[in-house]
């Protein structure tokens, strides 16, 4: 899974749309998200989270604030790129906090999460997916990791394409944004390896080849994935029946009036 979010990261600062010097809010995070910030050579990280025992860590070079990523105290386009690394399906609300990012960030924002698919489905289905996290509240002794940072397992929330695209264009219909999508295959050693039955290592391990080569076919199918929303400019990227002035957006009535009564 590290490889996959260093290698998302790379490929999108190779491509400019990142850059090192951004000012890059890292949502949900803790020493992994510090440790791949060093790796990615970002210079201008705030690290948030909202366990407030984080507060005491040693976050050089970066900075440290303690925020519910459903309600982030930040101003509206603080930072240029947010990132969260498989934080948001501990949320109440993995779509507010969705939308909160996007809300402090002016360029655009990075979210790595599970995905939803008929293959995810089946997997949780027939056990070999959790639809609840108790292997990450049970790899802390029982005390946190679930739901909002808790001990109550979090119901995990897997996302599609187009439940991405609906809530983004809900909260912001004045221009069109660009969306990009990566996807990987994550098999979920660390769960069978902390059981007391070794079967479900087994079973991962007989179809972990199959699984393979259904996602390189497929890519679509895989279970977690990366998903990059990047906000159009303005006022250039406007909506034609819309127009911007005193810094606001309004309705363009000349556009409309061409084609509809007013």
Avoid at 122 to 128: A, D, N, P, Q, S
Avoid at 167 to 186: D, N, Q, V
Avoid at 204 to 213: E, F, I, T
């Amino acid at each position: 899974m590290s490889d996959f979010y260093v290698d998302t990261l790379m490929r999108l600062l190779r491509n400019g749309t990142l850059h090192n010097d951004m000012k890059v809010l890292m949502v949900c995070a803790g020493e992994y998200d510090q440790d791949i910030a060093r790796k990615c050579g970002f210079t201008n990280v705030t690290l948030s989270n909202l366990d407030p025992r984080k507060q005491d860590q040693a976050c050089e070079p970066f900075s440290w604030r303690c925020e519910d990523a459903e309600q982030m105290s930040f101003a509206d386009g603080e930072f240029e790129i947010a990132i969260a690394h498989s934080g948001l399906h501990h949320c109440r609300s993995p779509h507010r906090a969705l939308l909160e990012m996007y809300r402090v960030c002016r360029t655009g924002l990075i979210v790595f999460e599970p995905s939803e698919n008929i293959l995810t489905r089946l997997g949780v289905r027939f056990g070999l997916g959790q639809e609840y996290e108790l292997a990450a509240v049970a790899g802390t002794g029982g005390m946190f990791g679930g739901q909002r940072n808790t001990s109550i397992p979090n119901y995990v929330y897997r996302w599609t394409k187009r439940e991405i695209e609906k809530t983004i264009y809900s909260y912001a219909p004045w221009g069109k944004h660009t969306l990009l999508y990566f996807h990987r295959l994550r098999i979920p050693w660390y769960r069978s390896q902390m059981m007391h039955s070794q079967l479900l290592n087994w079973i991962y391990l007989l179809l972990s080849p199959v699984a393979n080569c259904i996602v390189r076919l497929l890519p679509c199918l895989s279970n977690n994935f990366a998903f990059v929303v990047i906000k159009p400019k303005l006022p250039e990227d406007l909506y034609p029946w819309l127009t911007a002035n005193d810094g606001g957006i309004s309705l363009n009535k000349a556009w409309v009036s061409r084609r509809y009564r007013l």
